[in-house]
């Protein structure tokens, strides 16, 4: 069968003719500045920093970079803001702002779209399917809920914190910036947001965004650089609450940083979820929910189905299916309306991918990856399966946060659960299989803080997401994601 699927691959009759999404309605400016005080201000030092295209490896623009005296400026505004303005802005008001917020962004989702995945490597399928109506989707719900926050927590009387210092990953960076800021304005809070250094276009333009949308100057404040302008937001002295996306070990350099000090903190951290197959599972079905969940955006998904647990009875049939289906993928264009598979994000983190790749090999793991057409230029890594794969593999216990996948066997439930949960993290989960009564018995032992039956990397923004254990503490989405918004 995957020799059928390769004559046909290259004999040209499954090659698809190219469908690049157009870039002519976007523009991305030549330099941008930090956006503080509802205004885009110069960085006090003047330093900018380039951002790229992985894809090509070309500049696509100058990017201020935030020092400690911008951070304060961006503080002070945000304070300022919410004694000044929004903490006595009705909730019905704040509401509407959010609500115009989420329109203005769907009015403008195929620029926003493109600029994603010009600036991020991943498929325009994704950015224009998931990430953008799924950020788009957050404001509106947490719109709904600016007003109704004595039905969420009724005879509370909840109130908001203050100033929240936000700071968010690369892997999904419109919708990363969606997840913090709105729930943060539902609640009456005034934001300083940092995306991540090599993913802050598409922030900025929310930023413009949210100009047009007439937020009050200094509600929502968005300044860009590396890991020294995050540790400013951590470490500066007027700031209640931080909400962190990202690494464990950034997390736990956070945490440490706020011990002792009265802010508050939600952490998303790093994942390795196990994705379960019983025997009884429609395998075909299977087949693609484990392609969704390690390949979907390169592998760069926190709670991607990293280590794959497939019953022993089955493992055979299952292989020849993966492995016939990886064959099909497409690697290449991010703009391309085909492409499955889009650039690494950053050259580091090709190095990163790069490193787990030989060490599983020598760990004795046998790698497979299927013969795709990978462009000479940019950052790119085939799809990759290992099997042969032990507990005790670097590949089956560190995040690789790639598109490189674990494939071990089990024979019980019992002994997949143990395996399953043999993981300092906690954040995710799969399970494949026929019977409801197998879902329950095995969700309510997993230690994760999702876990998806018969389906994989689903989001909706009325339902909460956040670990256990290292993948770190607090909910965001649905009515959960208020509470940490909010004192009582
Ligand atoms: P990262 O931890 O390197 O960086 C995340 C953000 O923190 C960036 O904006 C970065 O500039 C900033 N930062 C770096 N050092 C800092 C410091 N000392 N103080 C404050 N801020 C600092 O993570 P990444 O490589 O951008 O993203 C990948 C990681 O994010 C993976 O581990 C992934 O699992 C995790 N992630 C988790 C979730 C979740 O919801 N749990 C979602 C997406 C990504």
New binding site residues.
């Given amino acids: 069968m995957s020799k059928k699927i390769e004559e046909l691959k290259f004999s040209g009759e499954w090659d698809l003719a190219p469908a690049p999404e157009s870039t002519n309605h976007i523009s991305v400016k030549k330099e941008y500045q930090l956006f503080i005080g509802g205004k885009f201000v110069k960085p006090k030092k003047g330093k900018y920093f380039s951002t790229i295209n992985p894809a090509t490896e070309k500049k696509l623009s100058s990017i201020a970079e935030a020092s400690k005296e911008d951070v304060d400026r961006a503080v002070k505004a945000a304070r300022k803001a919410h004694s000044g303005v929004w903490s006595s802005t009705s909730a019905k008001e704040r509401g509407k702002y959010i609500y115009r917020i989420a329109r203005l962004i769907q009015e403008k989702s195929r620029e926003f779209a493109v600029i994603e995945s010009l600036d991020g490597g991943k498929p325009i399928r994704e950015s224009r399917d998931v990430d953008i109506p799924i950020a788009a989707a957050h404001f509106f719900y947490y719109a709904g809920w600016a007003d109704k926050l004595n039905y969420a927590f009724p005879n509370q009387n909840p109130s908001s914190l203050g100033v929240a210092g936000q700071?968010?990953?690369?892997?999904?960076p419109l919708m990363?910036a969606a997840?913090k800021i709105a729930p943060a304005l539902a609640t009456g809070n005034t934001v300083v947001l940092?995306?991540?250094?090599?993913t802050s276009l598409t922030a900025l333009k929310l930023a413009e965004v949210i100009q047009e949308a007439d937020l009050p100057p200094g509600v929502v404040n968005i300044i860009t650089?590396?890991?020294?302008?995050?540790?400013d937001?951590?470490n500066h002295k007027d700031i209640d609450k931080i909400a962190?996306?990202?690494?464990?070990?950034?997390?736990k350099?956070?945490m440490k940083?706020i011990a002792g000090t009265a802010k508050k903190s939600t952490?998303?951290?790093?994942?390795k979820a196990a994705n379960i197959v019983f025997e009884d599972a429609p395998l075909d079905q299977a087949v693609e929910g484990i392609i969704n969940g390690i390949y979907f955006n390169q592998g760069?998904?926190?709670?991607?189905g990293s280590r794959l647990f497939v019953q022993e009875s089955i493992y055979d049939t299952l292989l020849r299916k993966l492995k016939d289906r990886m064959q099909s993928l497409i690697v290449g264009n991010p703009l391309d309306k085909n492409t499955d598979i889009g650039a690494i994000n950053s050259k580091e983190?090709l190095g990163v991918i790069n490193k787990y790749l030989s060490l599983g090999k020598k760990e004795g793991a046998d790698m497979f990856q299927p013969s795709c057409d990978i462009p000479s230029k940019g950052f790119w890594c085939a799809p990759t399966l290992f099997t042969n794969v032990s507990q005790s593999h670097a590949i089956a216990k560190e995040?690789i946060?790639g598109p490189v996948l674990a494939v071990q066997t089990f024979r019980t439930i019992d002994e997949v659960i143990t395996k399953a949960n043999n993981t300092p993290f906690g954040?995710s989960a799969g399970v494949w299989t026929d019977k409801g009564s197998k879902v329950f018995n095995l969700t309510s032992k997993m230690r994760a803080g999702v876990v998806w039956a018969n389906t994989y990397n689903k989001f909706d923004p009325t339902s909460p997401?956040?670990?256990y254990k290292e993948?770190?503490h607090g909910r965001?989405g649905g009515l959960h994601g208020l509470a940490p918004y909010l004192k009582f």
Avoid: R, Y
């Fill in positions: 700071i968010i990953p690369w892997n999904f990363m997840w940092k995306p991540a250094e090599t650089g590396a890991g020294a302008t995050g540790s937001i951590v962190f996306t990202g690494s464990t070990g950034v997390g350099i956070i940083s952490m998303e951290l790093g994942g760069h998904v926190c709670c991607a983190q995040e946060f954040l997401f956040g670990g993948s770190g965001e």
